[in-house]
């Protein structure tokens, strides 16, 4: 049975992968601090066999045991209202808790994929925005908390997959935020 572990697994969308994942068949690892998240949104899946949650901060030193196959790191509010409140956390775990998931990840050989956003073009002078295009993000703005932390983000996943032939991917779609990716 394939395993893997989904961070932010008490909130919106990871509460939503949680079920896809145990209905695909997977050893579902739900992570989560609970600080915008809800585990009501995962409290059906508690008496399955092959769901664990772990109630852990993603920005602290992460362990699982045994073998893992995917980690789907979405832990990190979402929504302006959490962040603009909790700004230094929204830096921590799109930052630290991004590296200890990638170090995860390197040691357990494991494919990640890191939830990133459209902010991370700050207020973008193109639209729609291509590859190419690289944004116009205020690091010195409230809402640079979120935008910095994701582009963090996405430059120390690349660090990974150039430095260490890490297996990743980076997601701010959330038409392309399933299973596809996996
Ligand atoms: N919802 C959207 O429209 C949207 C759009 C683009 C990107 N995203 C990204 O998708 C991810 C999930 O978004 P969401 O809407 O489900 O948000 P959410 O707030 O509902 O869920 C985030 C979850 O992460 C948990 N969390 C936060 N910090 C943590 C930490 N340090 N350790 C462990 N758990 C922690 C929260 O408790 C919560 O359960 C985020 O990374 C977000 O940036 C979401």
Known sequence: MKKILITGAAGFLGSHL?????????????????????????????????????HHDVTKFVHVSGTLDYILHFASPASPID??????????????????????????????????????????????????????????????????AKRFMESITMAYHRHHGLDTRIVASLIHMGLECV
Do not use: W
């Open 83 to 148: 962040y603009l409140k909790i700004p230094i956390k929204t830096l921590k775990v799109g930052s630290l808790g991004t590296l200890n998931l990638l170090g995860l990840a390197k040691d357990k050989n494991a494919r990640i994929l890191v939830a990133s956003t459209s902010e991370v073009y700050g207020d973008p002078m193109v639209h729609p925005q291509t590859e190419e295009y690289f944004g116009n993000v205020n690091p010195v703005g409230p809402r640079g908390v979120y935008d910095e």
């Open 18 to 54: 949680c079920d896809r994942f145990i209905s695909e068949g997977f050893h579902v690892i739900g992570m989560d601090n609970l600080i915008t998240g809800d585990l009501n949104n995962i409290s059906h899946l508690f008496p399955l066999d092959n769901f664990e949650f772990h």
